[in-house]
């Protein structure tokens, strides 16, 4: 984990109140997010993340938050089209 995702890590644990804005630059978004961008169900997007082939970042243990870098997502999308 590069040191700036652990920075994001460290300050965003425990901190159930902020919502997560993806952005241009390619910003953090929650699985809700990250769904309405693939087009499909929260439920496909764990499954695809838990099975490796949607890179994430999650926070805590279990089934604690998890988050998707829009390039993640892209490289997902380009992958699925080949």
Do not use: H
Request: proline fraction near 1%; charge should be positive.
């Amino acid at each position: 984990m590069t040191e700036i995702m652990t920075r994001v890590v460290s300050l965003l644990s425990g901190c159930r109140s902020l919502r997560l804005r993806p952005t241009k630059q390619g910003g953090l978004m929650r699985i809700r997010e990250a769904a309405q961008y693939l087009g499909t169900s929260v439920w496909q997007v764990r499954k695809l993340a838990n099975a490796g082939r949607i890179r994430f970042v999650q926070l805590g243990s279990g089934r604690s938050a998890m988050l998707f870098r829009r390039e993640s997502l892209d490289k997902f999308i380009k992958e699925e089209e080949s």
